[in-house]
């Protein structure tokens, strides 16, 4: 790692050695020597600490010796926890209550959410969001998984759905406001989309600017990245499913859509689950693509990025941590709906 | 009900030089209960499930009753099949199981019910009509593969080593079990196992099969007494046939010391000067006097009450062979003492050396 580390501040130096003069050079590989001595003396306390709490976790009573190990393994695991997740929890629920500024406010940032028209629409949009991207991304990947099964060149059909996950959501949307982008009627179109239109003849179209329809695209291409998550998932899960209970249904006298229904379903009951929970809380969550598309323009907006706005943006905290907090109780029912399941078809198993 | 013929069937994997199943020519009559029985990979699950629709048939025909099913899909075919692993659906209860090939046929509700209910009663699954196969033994398990099989009512039953995963005990009640329900129901079953005391036990009539090719088809007792070939002589009974080279003489075979008069038919079909006798353990007889037959030094005597097999050596051509005979179980020689055995002549199996086929007739057949 130290290495890696070396090389990617020492390749850029020597690429352009005619950048740096020889008195900053000096000073800045002065400079770098003291940051990697911090970092040593930080290394080395570190795990002289670390050395001195097994060390007494070990030499503990006998009697309570596991307790105390079982306390210095767990406690750093539990420290970064709160500090990164309880507390910013439990403060920005404290927020949702205040004006910002520590002055509490009731329910007021709530009525404000519940009675802003701009708010409702993006309550609206999120919802729209969360029932459609789950819906066809598991649809449309478990569909392209069940017909690739066992097809020659599977591989790589696999590949080709499964490589917009490696995009992040930021790329995949500067890739689609490509896709989308429009010029007036006369000028070359740029968007993909826009030409194959003006090809066949028809006038091009602001797909961005026309709600409601500007979510629908704008959902299109989160369902484009995820397509291959559930794909991947549901084809291995699948192939898991043993051949003989296929090939008994066969026998049964079930044809090709009563195996899937009766045999194929139920054996990746657990998958599908698990799929489609992921995808809604990655749904739930989602402000890359609307901030980088549409900025949340023309009644595009969704919960995530409204917080960010309020929050960060125009400095109302208050109403920010409000989001936030509905947030979090939209996502909840999600995960504890998983969990089960979870736990229940492992009885099965 | 039906009669299964298998017409030449053959099945040849692709890029394999040799096919797994090479023309199969087999006639089931209706009712019967036939075992296909070979060592791994001998073609015998590959030949069951081409009968089931399972495996594309490359060559020859295969006809249920007079319908050529060569070429239809396992629904039509109206067979069941038991699998060596159950493949129950595990999201189904053992009704839902038993059922299912009924529901996806349109039987309705309370008849499925009803014929359900029968099965289970047929295999003592009444109580666990609504537990799911999770939550079964082994052994229920197996009953359940076999119920579902049973409700629908097929003209043949397809059974893929049903037994091999349950314990010795369970195997041995369970065979005994089958057999007797498949002869209260009379349908022509095809039982596919390695185990040849399960073949023994259980088939009407067995057919043994070696490298995709079938060797000998015939009853219990005709497999036992006239083997076809060394193979099937070799691999049917337990413990297995004593089997090693013997000279030829004008007369007749020689047995050690002990000339064993052969017929001139007989000997005019060997080629060589040696050929392979074959003695089953129960056909040997002992005697501890020196004289003529084979000198046999004992290593163990295996007791089994009534019985005990007799483990020893002897040297044949210069070559260390071993030799097991059925002794008493209360008067045998016992280990480190030398003996002479003698086969009982009746039912010597000579083979040829080169062609492994049997070359003199079988006693009684």
Not at chain 2, 57 to 67: A, P
């Amino acid at each position: 790692m130290l290495s890696t580390l070396l090389y990617s501040v020492a390749a850029p130096l020597a690429a352009h050695p005619g950048l740096l003069n020889t008195a900053r050079k000096t000073s800045f590989w002065n400079d770098l020597w003291q940051k990697f001595g911090t970092m040593f003396v930080g290394i080395a306390a570190f795990l002289a600490v670390v050395g001195l709490i097994l060390f007494l976790a070990d030499r503990a009573p006998k009697r309570s010796r596991d307790v105390w190990q079982l306390i210095a393994f767990v406690a750093p695991g539990l420290i970064l926890l709160g500090i990164g997740l309880i507390y910013p929890a439990l403060r920005t629920g404290y927020q949702a209550f205040t004006d910002g500024k520590d002055n509490f406010v009731g329910v007021d940032n709530f009525v404000w959410i519940f009675t802003s028209g701009e708010m409702l629409v993006s309550l609206l949009n999120t919802l729209i969001w969360v029932l459609c991207v789950p819906f066809f991304a598991t649809a449309i990947g478990l569909t392209y998984a069940v017909f690739i099964d066992k097809s020659r060149g599977e591989k790589a059909l696999k590949s080709l759905v499964f490589m917009p996950m490696a995009i992040s959501f930021v790329g995949a949307g500067i890739i689609w406001s490509f896709m989308y982008a429009y010029r007036s009627k006369g000028f070359a179109q740029t968007g993909l989309l826009n030409q194959i239109l003006v090809w066949i003849g028809l006038e091009p179209v602001q797909f961005l600017n026309t709600p409601p329809w500007n979510t629908f695209f704008l959902i299109v291409v989160l369902i484009w990245i995820q397509t291959g998550f559930a794909m991947v998932v549901l084809s291995a899960s699948i192939k898991a499913i043993p051949t003989e209970q296929v090939e008994a249904a066969r026998l049964d006298g079930a044809s090709g859509w009563q195996v899937f229904r009766n045999v194929t379903i139920p054996g990746i009951r657990g998958s599908l689950v698990v799929v489609i929970t992921t995808i809604s809380i990655a749904t739930l969550k989602v402000f890359d693509i609307v901030k980088t598309m549409t900025s949340g323009n023309n009644k595009t907006s969704v919960i995530a990025l409204d917080m960010y706005d309020q929050a960060f943006r125009f400095g109302e905290v208050g109403h920010g941590a409000a989001l936030a907090l509905i947030l979090f109780i939209m996502v909840l029912p999600v995960v504890i709906y998983n969990v089960r399941v979870m736990r229940k078809q492992r009885e099965i198993r | 009900m039906a009669s299964v013929t298998y017409d030449k069937a053959t099945r040849l994997y692709p890029n394999t030089p040799r096919p797994a199943v090479d023309s199969l020519d087999l006639d089931i009559a209706d009712g019967e209960f036939l075992v296909l029985v070979g060592p791994s990979g001998c073609g015998k699950s590959t030949s069951l499930r081409m009968l089931a629709g399972l495996e594309e048939v490359n060559g020859g025909r295969i006809l249920i009753g007079d319908k050529d099913v060569t070429d239809i899909a396992p629904k039509d075919r109206d067979i069941a099949m038991v699998f060596q692993n159950y493949a129950l659906y595990p999201h189904m209860t053992v009704a839902e199981n038993m059922g299912f090939a009924l529901k996806i046929a349109g039987v309705g509700k309370e008849e499925r019910a009803a014929r359900v209910l029968e099965a289970a009663k047929l295999l003592d699954l009444e109580d666990y009509l609504a537990r799911k196969p999770k939550a079964l033994s082994g052994g229920q398990r197996q009953r359940v593969a076999m119920g579902r099989a049973i409700v629908r009512q097929p003209q043949v039953f397809l059974m893929d080593e049903p037994l091999s995963n349950l314990d010795a005990k369970l195997r041995v009640q369970t065979r005994t079990q089958i057999a007797s329900l498949q002869r209260r129901l009379g349908v022509t079953t095809v039982y596919v196992t390695h185990d040849q005391t399960e073949a023994l036990t259980m088939g009407d009539r067995i057919a043994v099969l070696k490298d995709g090719i079938l060797q000998q088809v015939g009853t219990p007792r005709q497999l036992l007494d006239a083997p076809q070939n060394v193979f099937v002589a070799g691999f049917i009974g337990s413990p297995a046939m004593n089997l090693f080279p013997a000279d030829v003489t004008e007369d007749g075979v020689m047995f050690g010391t002990a000339l064993l008069a052969t017929p001139r038919e007989t000997l005019a079909k060997v080629t060589g000067t040696s050929v392979t006798i074959g003695v089953r353990p129960e056909d040997i007889e002992i005697s501890p006097i020196e004289g003529k037959g084979l000198q046999v030094q004992v290593d163990l005597v295996e007791e089994l009450g009534a019985d005990g097999y007799l483990y020893g050596h002897s040297e044949v051509e210069g070559k260390r062979t071993d030799i097991v005979a059925r002794v008493d179980g209360r008067d045998h020689p016992n280990a480190g003492e030398t003996v002479y055995v003698h086969p009982v002549e009746s039912h010597v199996h000579l083979f040829n050396t080169e062609s492994g086929e049997r070359i003199n007739p079988a006693a009684g057949h």
